[in-house]
């Protein structure tokens, strides 16, 4: 039950690409990590922007994707905007057990 | 509309007990787990523990064991956790999750504030 391991902080300009990557996705014994990536704003819950690593709910933008290769996830913002400015957790499901990375913030130049 | 309502902010000294709940409307309360995640001022989130309320079963981070009871009540639709032997560590946001994979809901509760100070 190890924390996932997220960068502290990346930073972007409008327009530009950032990826917030989340090493310790992958379980010894083989299990199914179950990824998610959650968007939380100062003071507000979590939001559910990807899910099962690659997929995105109805009404998040598509300026976010996900990916998952090995033993790291990543999430990629596409097209920078100022209201994305905020905070993002990876998070891994086993079944059993769940954790999350420290988190990133992400800040628009 | 999906919700899950949590109980006000709570004060608590050293070493006492603190009950949280977590009222469910919506959707059927069986059919997703409640997950209880905390988040201390400045930190990161931290995942505690989930309850099944079609069959109570429980499941617990290894940090909790022996200090956190989840339970759920679906007379009323409703969640809890319990931390007990609180210290100021314990001073944070505790968040209820309703979320089963592979299910897209995700809803969480608004979040109820737990100070711990004497």
């Given amino acids: 039950q190890s924390a996932l391991t997220q960068p502290r902080s990346v ?3 409008p327009g530009q690409s950032v990826t917030i990557p989340c090493t310790g996705t992958s379980s010894a014994d083989g299990a199914y990590n179950y990824v998610s990536w959650h968007q939380q704003d100062p003071g507000k819950a979590p ?4 899910y099962d690593a690659n997929k995105r ?17 990543s999430l990629t913002i596409s097209g920078l905007q100022a209201v994305d400015e905020a905070d993002y957790y990876c998070s891994s499901y086993t079944g059993r057990y769940m954790v999350f990375g420290g988190g990133t913030k992400v800040t628009v130049l | ?37 905390r988040q201390a001022p400045g930190k990161g989130l931290e995942w505690m523990g989930r309850v099944d ?3 109570g079963l429980t499941i617990y981070a290894k940090k909790f064991r022996g200090r956190v009871v989840l339970s759920a009540d679906t ?3 409703t969640a809890y956790m319990e931390l007990s032997s ?14 089963r ?5 995700d809803v969480w509760g608004q979040g109820t504030t737990v100070t711990v100070s004497s």
């Fill in chain 1, 11 to 13: 930073s972007g300009s």
């Fill in chain 1, 47 to 50: 939001k559910l922007i990807i």
């Fill in chain 1, 57 to 73: 709910p109805s009404g998040v933008p598509d300026r976010f994707s996900g990916s998952k290769s090995g033993n790291t996830a």
């Fill in chain 2, 1 to 37: 509309e999906v919700q899950l309502v949590q109980s006000g902010a709570e004060v608590r000294e050293p070493g006492a007990t603190v009950k949280i709940s977590c009222r469910v409307s919506g959707y059927t309360f069986t059919d997703y787990y409640i997950h209880w995640v």
């Fill in chain 2, 53 to 55: 309320p079609d069959d």
């Fill in chain 2, 75 to 77: 007379s009323i639709d």
């Fill in chain 2, 86 to 99: 609180l210290r100021s560590e314990d001073t944070a946001v505790y968040y209820c999750r309703g979320w």
């Fill in chain 2, 101 to 105: 994979p592979p299910s897209v809901m």
